[in-house]
């Protein structure tokens, strides 16, 4: 199997956690565990959330390897992490020290083609991060109407041939449902007037913001955000601070003006006036972590 995710920022996260020995952390987004973890070397305990069961799987066999004690160091729970203040009660626990949002999908989701996450792999199209969802991405592709699709690819991917794509795409399943990413990939692809084999790069080029709106749809991530972080806000002890990794410009913004909004209510501090950005060195070995950027609140 091939690496379940490669955590950005890791040092940079983990520094803006400022994990003190004892202290409870809320991991909202837990993947693979790569920061989780650093926050356990640090003897931080963590309280690590996923709405996909195999993130908690995975975290949970490599907690045993490494002997580290579910329920006491680590505790594990299912959710959406909008519901952050109802899970960190159902689990008995006070004030938290720090919360932290490491946004988006996991290499393991995009790198498994059942899961339907890549415009490169044949796969069903589903892209739903949690299988508790019930709309799929092949429900919205053959569902919404012309008008709603252009909305999606404007409003979530920010896409200038909206017009075009939508188009293709309403004349397409007209002669058959759309059920496969390739099916969608080359279709978008063919809109923009690509003919025959189509090579993976322009097919990544042309698709990437149709399967960015897409998958933001499915998951409702923009909505989960702006609700999960007034909620982190609730459950911080003093002088507790939110870490924000996010990846792209959608999600950036409501971070950026949730943080502003805050510390003009005079509830804290806005710690990163710029985002903080992964070195070079970080994006050469891992070309994922480009587009990130890092914020953090602080509490008063
Ligand atoms: C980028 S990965 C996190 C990687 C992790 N920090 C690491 O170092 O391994 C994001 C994870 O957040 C989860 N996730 C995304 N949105 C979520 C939500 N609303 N509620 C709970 N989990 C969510 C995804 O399922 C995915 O496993």
């Not at 020995?21 to 909202?28: K, T």
């Not at 160091?73 to 490491?102: C, P, T, Y």
């Not at 003093?238 to 949730?258: A, M, T």
């Amino acid at each position: 199997m091939s690496q379940f995710h490669v955590s950005v920022l890791l040092k940079e996260v983990v520094d803006a956690l400022d994990v003190k020995p004892g202290r409870l952390y809320l991991d909202a987004t837990l993947g693979g565990g790569g920061h989780a973890f650093e926050i356990l070397k640090r003897g931080g305990k963590v309280l690590g959330i996923d709405w996909d069961e195999e993130a908690l799987d995975f975290v949970r066999k490599k907690a045993e390897e490494l002997k580290i004690e579910l329920g006491k160091d680590i505790i594990l729970a299912k959710g959406n992490f909008r519901d952050i203040v109802q899970i960190s009660k159902e689990n008995g626990l006070g004030k938290a020290d720090a919360v932290l949002f490491d946004l988006g999908v996991s290499s393991h989701q995009i790198d498994n083609s059942n899961r339907g996450f890549s415009f490169q792999q044949e796969g069903p199209l589903d892209m739903r991060m949690s299988k508790d969802l019930a709309v799929k991405a092949a429900d919205l592709i053959n569902g919404l109407n012309k008008g709603e699709l252009y909305e999606l690819f404007t409003k979530l991917g920010e896409e200038h041939a909206a017009r075009t794509i939508s188009n293709a795409i309403i004349s397409a399943r007209g002669v058959k449902p759309i059920v496969t990413t390739l099916q969608l990939a080359d279709i978008v692809a063919k809109s923009f007037g690509l003919r025959g084999e189509i090579k993976p790069y322009m097919r990544a080029k042309v698709n990437q913001k149709v399967f960015q709106a897409l998958r933001i749809a499915v998951n409702d991530e923009l909505n989960n955000l702006r609700e999960a972080l007034p909620s982190a806000l609730e459950i911080l002890g003093p002088k507790g601070r939110i870490v924000v990794v996010s990846f792209h410009s959608l999600e950036d913004r409501i971070v950026k003006w949730k943080f502003i909004e805050f510390a003009k209510k005079g509830l804290g501090t806005v710690l990163t006036k710029h985002p903080i950005l992964p070195s070079q060195a970080e994006i050469d070995i891992n070309r994922r972590s480009a587009s990130a950027k890092l914020r953090i609140f602080e509490k008063n």
